[in-house]
């Protein structure tokens, strides 16, 4: 009895901790996630990485064997050839408008859209939404045909606004079906509390489902954004004069211009290209994030 | 503070019909309650007056307002939702404030306001937090004062409570009713839970199946059942049917007591009771049996207090009785109440 007390007060403060198997699977799991971000960040990160590099290689280091992996002599002349020589400017505007306006008109057309497929239950609603679906299932190959038939009837061949209305047309479909179920996912009662609160319906749409939905929409606006910046099939068949020629459309045009690539500006114009959109990503990361944690309206 | 009336008014949904033929009368300053099980047309009733669906016949009138057609908005009336509805994104002092902005209040007075609402609650020192860093209780606060910032004609409560443990629901349904009493705005409260209705109405409305069955004060519901429904869903346990022919005769738990704790000579229905199982619950006993005898075999329940000595014997057949002034009786095809001596229970006492 008295040596059962004593050998109990005589151990260690803690108890030895009992290992087991998923110890080890934690340790692996964790391993593995670093390994796949880390394959991850050198499969997409070299080639931009790569990029950035050889645009401020002289037009002759570019096609150094073995190649150099730092430039020999740093230097900005493929930037100065690419805003001399070129119409980058204009592109670069261009592709600014097109890709703003088709985000904006996305977001509203297709925010309004989810909101009453989400909201109302109307002859066809279910129809249309599934229909809706079925459109964005389509490639851009199949519908930039029918499109152009209308943009030329319509009168907007090779202008800017034909290419905001197709990417639009394009963009809408998703922007739909993703804001319809960030909306399903807000509760009728917070609407219909504000209604009762004194808004009118929009009202109570704008101050209290809008911010609610801020994430969905703000993915909605950067797949759109991103998807009309890059976006080349609509531009090369809606658009023909030098003046109306977005980014990828300028940019594809000076290869094979000449028979000598212009390697070096055209890297020096990938770089210009890419930064609008890191700059976008990175303006609405931080609310992305954000707004995913703070969003969940769960018990309130 | 306004009356608020609503006359005839139904709801019909494409599939069924929610709300049929209610009509009733909500005097200034009262406390309704509309209490009914899950699915019995309460809340489209409640969401009716709210302006958030249009009634399919009949008319709602707000403090001598026709308001049938009127938006939420336009109604002066205050919900608190049972999910509370509070705003996920701004704080609870943007909350209470919200009704007033939306109003174009200026600055000052909405803060002197949102002030005066979260002292009534007792929320002051929580303004700063947004909901999801808050209690039940405290959102249940929240959603009052909010509620009541802008001084509304019509306080609608669509089952607030429902969503507190039990302990914080007992303190909150006190709390609720003393703070009816301090501002007394008219109110309709729905509830399914027949212990919040008869502990908060000053007048309660039994609904079933979209149709009204019975309306008065808790002790009248309690006391005059108008029909069997009523009989049955008030009261837990609930009160003993014995269907004898064309008569149902009704008793409740609690006047159903071993012959000899009456005193000989008072006025008294005898009713054999054989016990086969006793719950012990503290402050009383739940004897569960058949009542036998006369009678045809019925279970029933007698609720016996803790005072009354009485050890009950399983099994065997013991003389139970009612006081005949307890006893009520329904008629057993349509199971409406039959008059009691000197109280005629109506079936609709609509336009008290």
């Known amino acids: 009895m008295t040596s059962a007390t004593l050998s109990i007060a005589t151990?260690?403060?803690?108890?030895?901790?009992?290992?087991?198997?998923?110890?080890?699977?934690?340790?692996?799991?964790?391993?593995?996630v670093y390994l796949l971000a880390f394959t991850a960040v050198s499969v997409v990160g070299f080639p931009l990485f790569w990029m950035v590099l050889c645009s401020f290689k002289p037009g002759g280091e570019l096609y150094a064997t073995p190649p150099s992996f730092l430039p020999r002599e740093w230097t900005l002349q493929n930037y100065r050839d690419l805003f001399v020589q070129t119409n980058f400017p204009t592109y670069f505007a261009n592709s600014l408008i097109v890709a703003g306006g088709a985000t904006v008109l996305s977001l509203v057309i297709g925010g309004l859209g989810a909101y009453s497929l989400s909201r109302f239950k109307f002859f066809g609603i279910a129809a249309f939404s599934n229909a809706a679906l079925i459109c964005y299932m389509l490639p851009e190959v199949l519908i930039v045909l029918p499109l152009y038939i209308y943009v030329v009837k319509l009168g907007l061949a090779d202008t800017l606004i034909a290419l905001i209305i197709a990417n639009t047309a394009f963009t809408l479909p998703l922007a739909l079906w993703f804001m319809r179920s960030y909306f399903n996912a807000i509760p009728v009662s917070l609407e219909e509390s504000a209604m009762i609160d004194g808004c009118t319906r929009l009202q109570a749409m704008y101050k209290v489902t809008v911010p609610l939905a801020l994430p969905g929409i703000i993915s909605v606006g950067v797949f759109a954004f991103n998807h009309a910046w890059n976006e080349f099939l609509f531009a090369l068949v809606f658009t023909s004069s030098e003046r109306n020629k977005t980014l990828p459309l300028g940019l594809a045009t000076w290869i094979g211009q000449d028979n000598i690539y212009s390697w070096g500006m055209l890297l020096a114009g990938a770089v210009l290209v890419t930064i609008p959109v890191v700059l976008f990503y990175l303006l609405v990361q931080r609310k992305l994030v954000v707004g995913l944690s703070d969003g969940g309206a769960k018990g309130e | 503070m306004a009356q608020l009336e609503i006359r005839q008014v139904s709801k019909v949904f494409t599939d069924h019909t929610a709300v049929s033929n209610v009509s009733l009368t909500v005097n200034d300053g009262e406390f309704l309650v509309l209490l009914g099980p899950s699915g019995c047309g309460k809340s489209t009733l409640l969401r009716m007056i709210a302006g958030l669906e249009l009634p399919t016949y009949g008319d709602i009138v707000i403090g001598g307002r026709l308001a049938t057609r009127l938006q939420p908005k336009d109604r002066n009336i205050a919900m608190v939702f049972q999910n509370y509805a509070l705003y996920p994104h701004l704080t609870v002092y943007e909350n209470i404030a919200f009704p007033l902005r939306v109003r174009g209040a200026n600055t000052k007075n909405v803060d002197e306001k949102v002030r005066w609402a979260a002292g009534l609650v007792g929320l002051d020192s929580l303004l700063k937090r947004k909901p999801r860093q808050m209690s039940g209780g405290e959102r249940q606060r929240t959603a009052l004062a909010r509620s009541?910032?802008?001084?509304?004609?019509?306080?609608?409560?669509?089952?607030?409570?429902?969503?507190?443990?039990?302990?914080?629901?007992?303190?909150?349904?006190?709390?609720?009713r003393q703070f009816q009493d301090r501002v007394g705005v008219t109110s309709v409260y729905v509830t399914h839970d027949q212990v919040e209705a008869?502990?908060?109405?000053?007048?309660?409305?039994?609904?079933?199946?979209?149709?009204?069955?019975?309306?008065?004060?808790?002790?009248?519901?309690?006391?005059?059942p108008a029909d069997t429904f009523v009989a049955t869903f008030m009261g837990s346990p609930p009160m003993n049917l014995i269907q004898q022919d064309d008569i149902t005769l009704g008793f409740r738990p609690e006047n159903f007591l071993p012959e000899s704790n009456y005193p000989s000579g008072s006025d008294v229905t005898r009713i054999a009771f054989r016990v086969y199982r006793v719950e012990y619950l503290g402050g009383d006993r739940l004897l569960y049996g058949h009542v036998c005898g006369g009678l045809p075999e019925t279970p029933a329940i007698a609720?016996?207090?803790?005072?009354?000595?009485?050890?009950?014997?399983?099994?065997?057949?013991?003389?139970?009785?009612?006081?005949?002034?307890?006893?009520?009786?329904?008629?057993?095809?349509?199971?409406?109440?039959?008059?009691?001596?000197?109280?005629?229970?109506?079936?609709?006492l609509a336009h008290g």
Do not use: C, W
């Open chain 1, 11 to 32: 151990a260690p403060d803690r108890p030895r901790r009992n290992h087991e198997l998923a110890d080890v699977h934690h340790l692996a799991s964790r391993m593995m």
């Open chain 2, 148 to 176: 009541l910032v802008r001084d509304p004609d019509v306080f609608l409560l669509d089952e607030p409570l429902s969503n507190l443990d039990a302990k914080l629901r007992h303190s909150a349904r006190e709390e609720l």
């Open chain 2, 198 to 224: 008869m502990g908060l109405g000053d007048r309660i409305v039994v609904m079933q199946g979209g149709t009204v069955r019975q309306i008065g004060t808790p002790e009248e519901i309690y006391q005059y």
């Open chain 2, 303 to 348: 609720r016996i207090p803790s005072s009354v000595s009485y050890s009950p014997v399983v099994g065997s057949e013991t003389p139970f009785a009612v006081a005949t002034a307890d006893l009520r009786r329904f008629e057993t095809s349509s199971g409406r109440a039959l008059p009691v001596d000197g109280i005629v229970v109506e079936r609709r």
